[in-house]
């Protein structure tokens, strides 16, 4: 789904970004330039920016307990 409609950027790219190392708004403005146009983007941006981070968030914390609580988790 496009968020950025000005720079034509779509949820998938800022989530990618996220996983690249994106982690501020800042990051995702000077990668892909959303919310530098007219920012009507920039709360929508936000909240994809917060779901992939607690997403990777929730990964990580799994990642890192004993394997057979993570064969429990799944």
């Known amino acids: 789904m496009y968020i950025c409609i ?3 950027i779509t949820d998938s790219a ?4 996220v996983c690249q190392g994106a982690c501020r708004m800042r990051d995702l403005k000077t990668c892909l330039g959303v919310g530098t146009q007219c920012g009507k983007c920039a ?4 909240q994809v920016l917060n779901e992939v981070l607690a997403d990777l968030r929730h990964v990580k914390v799994i990642s ?5 609580l993570v064969e429990a988790i799944t």
Do not use: D, F, L, V
Request: charged share 25%.
């Open 14 to 17: 800022i989530r990618e970004a």
């Open 6 to 8: 000005c720079k034509g």
């Open 64 to 68: 890192h307990q004993p394997s057979h």
């Open 43 to 46: 709360c929508h941006a936000k």
